[in-house]
């Protein structure tokens, strides 16, 4: 897929001048997904390169009734905030960690939001583990590559993990961890593991693609 | 019917305050202070405007009162855009910058260094579709450069490989 910004006029005629122009580094994304105040800024700020910054988006959805505005169903336009980081691999690759509102009222935006994404952290508080339901339904459908990531509030953990998994009832093969959000080292080794499960991905993906 | 005592330019003064003591205000100092200028002031241009809105729209979020479609001429670009696409300044970019104004060459400025339109839309304070679409056009227009989008990331087991050791490194 070949994205718009390849068009001719982006290569503008040559110049003298400017000899610093080194090209600008790609991009690739990570979505972190959860509900709020589950820790998606704390862990995107985690890893991140620059303290987390937030942008925002207005979308365009069709209200259900499910904000105060009661029970009319009508086209409305929400903003949408996001929360997001960076790590810089090198000079001509970055990778961006997006933070989302991973709740169902949210779904209307995850198909732009996942276009181009390499995968997922679903980050879940196992205390409200449907905020991640929907979050989950979408990267399977999707088939984008997702590990669920149990946040660790105040050093408890409520419930076991296979508990959690069962309750997600989330394929075998895609792990469910623990993490701490706060934690740079376990943020870490949450990233490697999403990592690790997108490399097995793509590695099938190639498989598959020399065989037919 | 227009009446001797009512000259198009005072009209115009009338309808845009915000632009005219946005240019006023803007001009010198952009050109003056580059190097500190990079990272435009964190109070985006449309706060200027606020004033005459403030009022009626208390209640409503920070910094949002401007509708998108006066910075895009009209433009919209609902939703979360090319957010994540990247943009320096091209080599025409930063010889004529001065060419541009108002969001344009705020934007512009951010991309002294590479930026994501995420980050310029954090920076700025803008909605994403407003710097989608301004950034898109600057990039037509040749000041920016967009760079190279992956192509299908998630097949690409080199580039995986080099996120994995750059995590590693953190």
Redesign the interface.
Known sequence: ???????P?????P????GS?????????IIVAGGFGVGKTTLVGA?SEIPP????????SVGKGVDDAGSVTSKT?T??A?D?G?????ES????L?GTPGQDRFGF?WN??TT????AIVLADSRRLDDSFAAIDFFESRQ??FIVAVNTFDGGQFHSLDDVRAALDVDAHIPVIHTDARN?QVV?ET??TL??V??K???A??GN?QAG | MSHPDEPDEVEEDFARPFLTSVSQADRPPMHAQRGTATMPSREPLHRVGDADWDEEAQGSQDGEFIRPYLVTGGRVHEGLGDFSTVYALSAKGRTQLKELSFESLQIAELCHEAQSVAEISAHLRLPLGVVTVLARDLSHSGYLAAASTAIDPASDITLITRLIHAVHAL
């Open positions: 897929m070949l994205s718009t910004h390849s068009d006029t982006r290569s503008p005629a110049q003298g001048n400017g122009g080194r090209p600008a580094p790609v991009p690739v994304k890893v910054l937030t942008t925002e988006a207005a979308m365009t336009t903003t949408v996001m997001f960076r790590i810089t691999v090198d690759l970055r990778l961006y997006f935006m732009e939001l181009g994404a390499l995968g984008l590559p740079r870490k990233l490697l990592l690790d997108v490399l991905h793509a590695m993906r190639q693609g």
